[in-house]
């Protein structure tokens, strides 16, 4: 099954997503930074990453723009998963390169298929 890097400073946040999808059959890492997101990135090398923004040091949208510019992992798609919901958010995070743009919290079925459909197209 696919496996999917979480990336999120928030303890709670990373339980409840890898609780979410580990019961649709996902394999989950996770990382507690964006530093820490972009090195698993490129080492682990995941079918897809579910990105947070706002984390101390680099934010989830610099963190984005650099895995999608980066010729080793920009054919990882990113769902950016955030607290920040208007639409100039979810505007800025697609142009970084994020295929996606969920507001926390994720309704369970939705952000699944969402995961499903941009693994099945990558």
Not at 13 to 18: G, K, N, P, Q, T
Not at 22 to 50: H, M
Request: proline content about 6%; glycine content about 4%.
């Amino acid at each position: 099954m696919a496996r999917i890097l979480i990336v999120d400073d928030s303890p709670t946040d990373v339980r409840v997503l890898s609780a979410m999808l580990e019961r649709a059959g996902f394999n989950t890492i996770s990382a507690a930074n964006a530093e820490e997101g972009i090195a698993k990135a490129r080492s682990e090398r995941p079918d897809l990453i579910l990105m947070d923004v706002i984390m101390p040091g680099t934010n989830g949208f610099q963190a984005t723009r650099t895995l999608s510019r980066d010729p080793e992992t920009s054919m990882i798609p990113v769902i950016i998963v955030t607290t920040k919901n208007m639409e100039t958010d979810r505007i800025w995070g697609m142009r970084q390169g994020a295929k996606d743009f969920i507001s926390k919290p994720p309704v369970e079925r939705d952000l699944v298929q969402r995961i499903q459909n941009l693994i099945a197209a990558a």
